[in-house]
């Protein structure tokens, strides 16, 4: 009987496509695929370790796991991804649950190490993160009409408050024709929506030829048959050229919606969070971006409390948000990461003043997505069904204003035709929950 295998993955979507990677090779090397870690002999941690609160649910869910190891339940626990690459060692002697801990440099011999840990031996190997694999096989965990296109790993922005650099190594490109094979794979196997991920997805080609290829490789995409949505995530301000505004403006399928992480506005802090541009610099680039994609949306995230960020710089930031008033946004109290620039920096703020800087920056927010809510009473949408609410009563799915997990639903009801998961309707707006549009399947 093949031996039983789970993966809890955690943190973020490029996260995710590391562990569908790691369910493919497992899966060839003849072990079972289960999806409840209670009913698996071995199970696999891969693990976020970009802010203390990621770092808190990784450890979290090993002692959790540790829990079912005791009662006998599972025989081995096996940790990788970035909690595991950037404390190595130090995870097994800190968390005696831990059968193996396993660099991102190894996940290619995820196999081996699992048979190690069933068979008793306590594993550490953190090769070269260089070896981490950028292609190979998956086995798709989100649901079949939508998937996630990883184009690169690593980053070379060091921002000062980010360990992702240390984690992950230099920015590295896939080959544009090894993306565009895997996004044909993905669309024969039923893929409607793209969703096109990196650190910093607007440096992609860089190292390849010595200038940004995302525009390009964009257009590519989108002569994928079967493909109807291609989303744009994780843009860096300053590589936002009119050529990726262009493409974006006249492809049809990808749809009107750029993340655009902008982390603050003031032009000090983003001077100390080596990050280049100022309120001026980045009002103009998002009213052009406005003003050539109409209807845009725009998704951003801001961080709160910065080592001296003072009480007027942090004024500044909540008024430009309120003056451009982003469709989507996120605000993130500032973490102290620590190995760091940003976490020897002197004038750290107190978690409160950094905490209510943010419940300030989102309470903002609401308010703008609910007058957005309202513009759209009356108006047609396309929407993409997920399922069916049996607690609303109701269907619900996603606009094309609306990213897989970071952003919200659209909720309908409908006639006699039923929709299915994967399906594209259109929904007439009547009313909005929260910051959540309601309304009528159109028949």
């Known amino acids: 009987m093949n031996e039983k295998v789970g993966i809890v993955s955690l943190g973020c979507a490029k996260n995710q496509v590391d562990a569908e990677m790691l369910l493919y090779s497992l899966r060839e090397h003849g072990f079972q695929i289960v999806n409840d870690p209670a009913d698996a002999d071995a199970v696999i941690v891969n693990t976020c370790g970009f802010i203390e609160s990621a770092k808190q649910e990784s450890i979290d869910e090993i002692i959790e796991l540790g829990a079912l190891k005791r009662e006998g339940k599972i ?58 694999p950028l292609n190979g096989g998956r086995v798709q965990s989100t649901p079949f009409y ?51 991920i990196a650190q910093d997805t607007t440096r992609y080609g860089e190292d390849l030829t010595g200038k940004p ?41 990808i749809v009107k919606y750029i993340d655009l992480p902008l982390q603050h506005c003031n032009g000090e802090v983003l001077r100390r969070m080596n990050r280049r541009g100022d309120r001026a610099s980045l009002t103009a680039l998002l009213k052009k971006i406005r003003k050539r994609i109409p209807n845009v949306t725009l998704r951003t995230t801001f961080i709160t409390g910065f080592p001296g960020e003072t009480e007027e710089q942090f004024e500044e930031l909540a008024a430009f948000a309120d003056e451009i008033r982003f469709e989507r946004m996120g605000c993130f109290a500032y973490s102290q990461e620590e190995d760091t620039p940003a976490a020897e920096f002197p004038d750290q703020l107190d978690e409160e003043t950094k905490q209510n800087r943010a419940d300030i920056m989102m309470e903002q927010q609401q308010t703008v997505m609910a007058e957005n809510c309202e513009k759209l009473i009356g108006t047609e949408i396309e929407v993409l069904c997920e399922g069916y609410d049996r607690l609303a009563a109701c269907f619900f799915g996603r606009s094309a204003a609306d990213a897989p997990e970071v952003d919200g639903c659209v909720f309908f009801t409908c006639g006699k035709r039923k929709p299915a998961a994967g399906e594209f309707v259109m929904v007439k707006v009547e009313d909005y929950l929260g910051c959540d549009p309601v309304g009528t399947m159109i028949e």
């Not at 408050?161 to 094979?181: D, H, K, M, N, T």
């Not at 843009?235 to 990726?244: K, N, Q």
């Open 75 to 132: 025989r081995a626990i096996i940790v990788t991804g970035c909690l595991a690459e950037r404390y190595q060692n130090e995870l097994t002697k800190q968390l005696y649950e831990v059968d193996a801990a396993i660099g991102i440099g190894a996940n290619a011999k995820i196999a081996e190490v699992v048979r190690q840990a069933l068979g008793g031996e306590k594993v550490e190997l953190f090769p070269d993160k260089l070896e981490l």
């Open 146 to 196: 939508t998937a996630y296109l990883k184009i690169a790993e690593g980053c070379d922005n060091r921002c000062t408050y980010c360990a992702i650099p240390l984690i992950r190594g230099g920015f590295r490109s896939r080959q544009p024709e090894e993306v565009i094979a895997e996004a044909a794979i993905l669309a024969q196997k039923g893929v409607k929506e793209l969703n096109v």
């Open 213 to 253: 290829q995302l525009a390009s490789l964009l257009r590519e995409l989108c002569k994928i048959d079967g493909l109807r949505w291609i989303r744009v995530l994780y843009c860096y301000p300053d590589r936002v050229t009119d050529e990726l505004i262009d493409t974006i403006a006249s492809e049809e399928k």
